[in-house]
């Protein structure tokens, strides 16, 4: 074979051209102008929604399913194109201008023309039309199409008008525009850097699309990302956060793999007793305990010294306490967790507030914890809002688009997030271990209260353990909505307990 034969036999055995596909915007921006999800098309595609995601972040796709999806987007453009794109206006404006009329029109568009079977919005005027022109219903007669209304003028209202003609306040029609705070000014909401899409756009594109590999490159940022993300929902706030305060010593390790003195009261109760019989118990997944448990009260400065009993409801910190004798173990359990040593012991702020909660007289379930001295800062229990915000809204996001990779990278922000607040060598940005403890302990008090809520609502507690698994009988679902969400739960598990009676002499 000469040298020329086998440059043509080369060139024979190229694969054919391949379908040209529009850029990553362009992709992005006809799915939405359809009104489809990204896990909608995956499903149709036979792909997962991660790997679309990494298609509409600029990675190509190969093989067959590139065919398949260069052929969804030269649909999904027609489709859009048919939407926007009006009649040609030539014909009419031609036919308005000439003597001929409808005659010339039909002379020069005869074989475009056609007659609906019922009629349609004229795209020139909006009013019923009975033929087509081109594929698009329109009046053949100019005098049938009528003009379009004009859009009434938008006055605005007088508390809209600018006190000063030097700067007139400008009032568009249509939509609003949702705005948020950003320090003493507002800005678009649109305008806030979506930080937690951006880095798993960039994390797929990296990896081209392998979501496996993404999700472990993302996993391992989730602490200085969470970090970037809560500098970012900071910005405008009212308090300046103490990243590194002076801790007291009972928040100082007693040794160098040991803990300090603070109790968080984690539940592990186990109902001593259930009735006679076989009972059906299931075993509930509390979702998003610890991204729920953010919205708790911090001390946003250095903690200070008290002593004596009063409660401050505008602090928080750690408090030293007697707790009261708990009298409903074989119902549900002990606010304070599973404690053997009787005396005093260092509390969290959820904590106290629980037990006070519960020893007023709504409840009367206990008698008032003994406060001897407390660690405390002024506090808010919006500290970590828009933090959390930003990261509940992901994960619903996530969730309805089916977005594993997403999902996780948002559970892995939250939850190291929490565990690396104490002095870690992960986390050097902020040293609260007083939030870390905070923090968790309302994730513990949350779970009571759901303990509580269940036994309210008739059904009977089996088990509650840490910070997000509560096991009963009963109807749940009357209580609980399933899903999810982080208001909802999820069924971990399903077993039975008991045996049926023994049959007596006389049956």
Known sequence: MSDFQAIDALLASTPPDRTPLPTAEQRRQLRGELGLSRAQVARALGVS??????????????????????????QAQEKVRSRTTPAPPAAAADTAESPAGPA???AAAVDDQAELAAPQPCVLCGQPARHEVAGYPQHLDPAECAAPTPAPAVVPPPALVASSPAQPTTVRAGKGVRIVAAGRRAQPADAEPDLIRQAVTEALTQHSGDVEAATAALLKRAIPDAMALLDATRKGGRYDVVAHPWLPEVLRKQTARGADQIWEARPKWTRPELPAGVHEVTALDINGAYLSALKTHLPIGQLEHSTGFDHDRRRAGVHLITPPAWEHEAVLPNPIGNRDEPGPLWVTEPTLRLLLRLSGPKYGLCDPPEIHESFTSGATENLLEKFRIALKDARDRAIAEEDEVTLEYVKAMYSKFVSTLGESNYNRELYRTD????IRSQAFANLWWKAHRAHDEGLMVVRAMGTDELHVTGDWRKVFPEGRGVTEVKVKDVYTVGTDPAPTDDS
Do not use: C, I, N
């Open 49 to 74: 929604p991660s790997t679309l995601g990494g298609w509409e972040a600029g990675r190509d796709p190969s093989g067959d399913v590139r065919e398949k999806y260069a052929y969804f987007l030269q």
């Open 104 to 106: 010339a029109l039909e």
């Open 435 to 438: 939030w870390m403890h905070l």
